[in-house]
């Protein structure tokens, strides 16, 4: 949940990139960890919990500083979660207090499964914490398209964004950085939109 | 890089002896020894309706959790952990780079003792995996490489025939 401080003046904010297991989801974070053009103190430290080969054991997270809203530190946390079927309790503790999600979708046509059954998991996860993708924005991100066996992007949009309401969905090369802020600018700019609207009904 | 050396069944053996013995004396409930990753390489004891994947895979998470606080506090390293319950407590033991021994114990029993007789247990695995990669030092296992836990591609129903 948004956490708004009117006394320090700072908005916090949480984005939670969930997807298949070896994804591309950590590639996103580290993408914008290395190439995010903000002031050097409005990047935090990509702090990752893996294990020896790399695939992540906890998550990453990522801390991102702007004032986007004038008079206000808007403060972004950037999670991802692991994708290993073992790891589903751990996935349910990253996504408390979600406020944003990026599905990092895997194109190749052999992980088609993978994405669906990650993305039917995500929506199983969050019914656990009371919550759903009608009120979370979400994005979804076609990653891995570099890849000669990558599917079209019709079919990725035909399983998975096929519900009532479609989502903006982004193609992605995460590892070569395609994509990847194309997708975090989408994300960000939805969750301050509802902000904003929330405010302004409660204003009201 | 793997996590573990490869091991054969006569490690398995030793470990599970070890652990055995240790639930035994110690009178923990349930001993678990986990890879890097949390994956269940062997345990002993009494699980009864306990989800030790899961137990495995939190066991990692907190582990590594700590071990990052440890750092931005400026210290070397964690070896131990606890997790003082009412009912049950758990203490997790670090076995080098190799994984955790992850112990389930009644409160009752106090975690000096549980601690005192784990820390002979690492010792003995530890030895036993080192071992394990002298005789094969190329070589290795990562279970998380294998995605144990998820069995959907083991076997797959043949398509029917005309």
Same mark, same amino acid.
């Given at each position: 949940?948004?956490? $708004? ?69 808007? #403060? ?98 995460? $590892? #070569? ?16 939109? #509802? ?10 | ?162």
């Amino acid at each position: 949940m948004a956490l $708004i401080n009117q006394a320090t003046k700072e908005i916090q904010l949480k984005i939670v990139y969930y997807g298949p297991p070896q994804g591309g989801k950590t590639s996103n974070l580290e993408k914008v960890h290395a190439e995010v053009e903000v002031a050097p103190d409005s990047r935090g430290k990509l702090t990752s919990l893996a294990t020896n080969s790399d695939r992540t054991l906890f998550f990453d997270f990522l801390p991102l500083e702007t004032t986007v809203i004038r008079g206000f530190k808007t #403060k972004f946390q950037l999670f991802t979660v692991p994708g290993q079927v073992i790891y589903n309790t751990t996935r349910q503790l990253v996504l408390r207090g979600v406020d944003g999600l990026v599905f990092v979708a895997d194109s190749q046509y052999e992980k088609m499964e993978e994405n669906v059954q990650t993305f039917a998991n995500m929506i199983q996860n969050l019914e656990t914490l009371n919550q759903s993708l009608d009120n979370i924005p979400y994005v979804l991100q076609y990653n891995k398209r570099d890849l000669p066996n990558a599917a079209p992007v019709d079919y990725l949009e035909y399983l998975l964004n096929n519900r009532d309401t479609q989502v903006p969905s982004f193609a992605s090369s995460a $590892i #070569k950085g395609d994509g990847v802020f194309e997708t975090l600018n989408m994300i960000t700019r939805m969750l301050l939109h #509802k902000l904003l609207t929330e405010s302004g009904r409660k204003a009201a | 890089m793997f996590t573990l050396p490869l091991l054969i069944s006569e490690d398995i053996d030793v470990m599970d002896a070890a652990l055995g013995d240790f639930v035994a004396v110690s009178g923990s409930r349930l001993a678990l020894f986990i890879d890097g990753g949390g994956f269940i390489v062997t345990k002993q004891g009494d699980a009864g309706e306990m989800d030790t994947a899961t137990l495995g895979a939190l066991a990692a998470n907190s582990f590594a959790a700590t071990q990052a606080i440890s750092k931005i506090i400026e210290d070397q390293s964690v070896t131990s952990l606890y997790q003082e319950g009412n009912e049950n407590s758990l203490l997790i033991l670090s076995v080098g780079d190799f994984g955790f021994l992850a112990v389930v114990f009644p409160a009752e029993i106090g975690v000096g003792s549980v601690k005192y007789y784990g820390q002979e247990v690492v010792t003995h695995i530890s030895r036993q995996l080192t071992a394990a990669r002298a005789r094969s030092p190329e070589d290795g296992l990562d279970l998380s490489v294998l995605n144990i836990a998820d069995a959907t591609p083991l076997f797959r129903r043949r398509a029917a025939t005309p």
